[in-house]
């Protein structure tokens, strides 16, 4: 695998959901490319150190990479106030984070060095918005859903702002899918798992679980207690694998 020691970083504005501007961070690797591209989608801690650090570790790999601000209506402030304001909200709408990652993959699709290939990234509540981006459009080519929360809701759980279980939507799938999961984790539950499985099963769809021993929600995170390096490491390689195939 070629890594790419140069790279250039900033952010950019986009046009989001409903035409709002939003800031992006952005990574592409040194060179012409062409270059397959990423999109993060970040999880409810929110546009965190993880995230941008991330971003940089696909350009590392030679992806052009961006992670939208998806929080960015809810104020400024320190990631964790503004994760906190957007909890106390009750998360942001579906559809608003579908909007806003539809214009990162738009961006990443009009870069000069694009190959024409463009993959989701997300975990936690990131992993269920990239799963449920690629179950409503069809502009993507893969998807990496890590340890994705609520892709199995029950109907109690659905209100205005999530108003559909995205396991319901698996018909629907556009792209292969990569799963990583901690057996540990409880959302979602290794029986929650299973159920997403079994429907993208049922619906014919291509895809690869990888569920992990001894680890739990989050694993990936070097910051918290949670992190398990030897797990994590896995699990980077069998996503790499997986972009390489499907966007090469």
Partial sequence: MSFYRGMTCTNVVIAGDGGDPITAYVAKPEGPGPFPAVVLVHHLPGWSEFYIETTR??????????????????????????????????????????????????????QPEHNGKVALFGSCSGGRHAFLYACQKHDVDACAELWGGRVVM??????????????????????????????????????QVNQHEAELKKCGKAYEFHRYDGAGHGFFY???????????????????????????
């Fill in 57 to 110: 570790r696909f350009a590392h790999h030679g992806y052009i990479a961006i992670c939208a601000n998806l929080y960015e209506r809810s104020g400024p402030g320190t990631p964790d106030d503004v994760a906190a304001r957007v909890r106390a909200e009750g998360g942001v709408p579906d559809a608003q984070v579908i909007g806003d990652t539809e214009a990162a993959v738009k961006w990443a699709r009009s």
């Fill in 154 to 191: 029950a109907p109690e759980d659905l209100n205005a702002k999530t108003p559909v279980s995205p396991i319901t939507l698996t018909a629907d799938l556009s792209c292969p899918l990569i799963g990583i999961f901690g057996n540990e984790d409880r959302a979602p539950s290794p029986e």
């Fill in 222 to 248: 070097w910051h918290r207690p949670m992190y398990r390096p030897e797990q994590t490491m896995d699990a980077w390689s069998k996503i790499f694998a997986f972009f390489g195939k499907h966007l090469s």
